[in-house]
């Protein structure tokens, strides 16, 4: 019989195979997940398994306190970021983590990503934010859940629906969204805004961040209650 969860499984399942598609992870690098709030509900990549073996029914159903409801594998062992994630940002449907390599480079360098141009401001109208670098305790205590919180603790005074996008120090991305293959479709902008900035850097090392008007107005004409780029779709 088929799953009733099948069309969170086909949007994880989809969503994922965007990671290799996108160059944003090699191997088995990298997990996304697809969250319904309506049934209390993830859908995530099994661990371990390389994105060209992986089928629809690979994908790991779960509620968020970790409990199975559909799939024989082992979920992702970043599932109880995802989760701890899910609980703490209201209204986002999925999330992607990566270990991209411009991003991770800022990561591991410990450095926010600085708003240097209008790409950058066309997503979010902040620097990319880096999280603090997780102690030694927390480390012991429960990594994967301790990792949620250190990104949550970074947006305690941020809207992580205006800024979908975070470094974790030391180790990569997360990214999300209204749906699991926005939260992809923000992994490969993060990529990208983190390459653009290396190269911004390495040209000039004292580059100023965009003027403030630049970047709201390349925010607000995409994401303000007047958007008026595109054809009216959203993230
Ligand atoms: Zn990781």
Redesign the pocket.
């Known amino acids: 019989m088929p799953s009733p969860h099948r069309d969170l499984q086909e949007r994880a399942y989809e969503a994922n195979l965007e990671i290799p598609r996108r160059g944003l992870a090699i191997y088995t ?3 996304v997940s697809a969250f319904d709030p309506d049934r209390g509900l993830l859908a995530i990549k099994p661990s371990g398994v390389a994105y060209d073996a992986l089928r629809v029914d690979d994908m790991v159903v779960l509620d968020l306190e970790e409990r199975i409801v559909e799939g024989a594998l082992r979920p992702s062992s ?1 599932t109880r970021t995802h989760v701890a994630l899910y609980r703490a940002f209201r209204g986002i449907g999925g999330i992607a ?3 991209s390599a411009y991003a991770t480079g800022w990561a591991q360098a410990r450095l926010s990503i600085p708003i240097y141009g209008t790409t950058h401001a066309d997503h979010l109208a902040e620097d990319v934010p880096c999280t603090a670098l997780m102690s030694d305790e927390a480390v012991e205590r429960d990594y994967e859940a301790e ?1 949620g919180r250190q990104i949550v603790d970074c947006f305690r005074e941020r809207d992580p629906l205006r800024t979908p996008m975070v470094l ?1 120090a030391g ?2 991305t997360f990214t999300w969204g209204k749906t699991a293959q926005a939260a992809v479709y923000n992994a490969a902008v993060l990529e990208e805004i983190a390459k653009m900035a290396f190269v911004t850097r390495a040209l000039a090392p004292a580059a100023a961040r965009l003027p403030d008007k630049l970047i709201r107005k390349h925010f607000e004409r995409k994401h303000g209650k007047g958007a008026y780029y595109g054809q009216g779709r959203t993230r």
Do not use: A, I, S
């Open positions: 690098f990298g997990n970043d983590h990566t270990h990792t974790v180790h990569g």
